[in-house]
């Protein structure tokens, strides 16, 4: 199994120290001939979803990596990357638009919208949960399901192979979701 991490920006590099805690290959996606090689999902890191989606179109990798996510390939979005997923975006623009979520970004406020908590994640415990800049999701669609919350919030959702936190776990030391997309990548395959 390999996977592609978006590294445009922001957080990539933890995703793949995360990876390698869990022995997975995996690579960066920078520019389109990086797509030359083969993958099996994708990671979207968190960062600045304004400035990943520009850069996105700017290099060409927006229509391929979207054509790769309708054609089925597994995709894990984290803060900024479950905004680019989001169908529905509250305070920006839909990106990739694929997921039956409605987001807010920056939804805690600016300044304040960086915390750390620990709650329960469907079938996986409580786990750690920063959150840095983050959005919630405000309300999730009938094709999508929530996954946990955090005071009242909807923090993570999965749709089929879409899944998405509003949170950082490869900020954390629990590899516990990043092994539960992995479980998803192996049954899709
Ligand atoms: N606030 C950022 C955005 O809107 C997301 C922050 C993050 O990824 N940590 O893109």
Redesign the pocket.
């Known amino acids: 199994m390999n996977i592609g991490i978006l590294a445009l920006q922001?957080?990539f590099a933890e995703h793949g120290a995360m990876l390698d805690r869990l022995g997975t290959d995996h690579f960066e996606i920078r520019q389109t001939r990086d797509l030359e090689r083969p993958f099996d999902a994708l990671i979207l890191p968190?960062?600045?979803?304004?400035v990943?989606g520009k850069l996105l179109h700017d290099l060409g990798l927006f229509q391929p990596l979207l054509q790769r996510i309708k054609n089925g390939m597994p995709v894990f979005g984290?803060?900024?990357?479950l905004?680019l997923l989001a169908r529905e975006v509250e305070g920006?623009t839909p990106c990739f638009g694929v997921m039956d979520i409605c987001v807010k970004?920056?939804a805690y406020g600016r300044q304040l919208?960086s915390f750390y908590t620990e709650a329960e994640f469907c079938g996986l415990g409580s786990v750690p949960m920063p959150f840095?800049?983050?959005?919630y999701i405000r309300s999730v669609g009938p094709k999508a399901r929530a996954l946990a919350e955090t005071d009242g919030h909807i923090a993570a959702a999965q749709q089929d192979k879409m899944l998405v936190t509003a949170f950082?776990p490869e900020l954390t030391d629990n590899p516990a979701i990043h092994r539960y997309f992995l479980e998803c990548v192996k049954k899709a395959g």
Do not use: D, K, L
């Open positions: 922001g957080a968190g960062g600045e979803s304004t990943m984290t803060c900024a990357g905004i920006g970004r920056n919208g840095i800049r983050a959005p950082h």
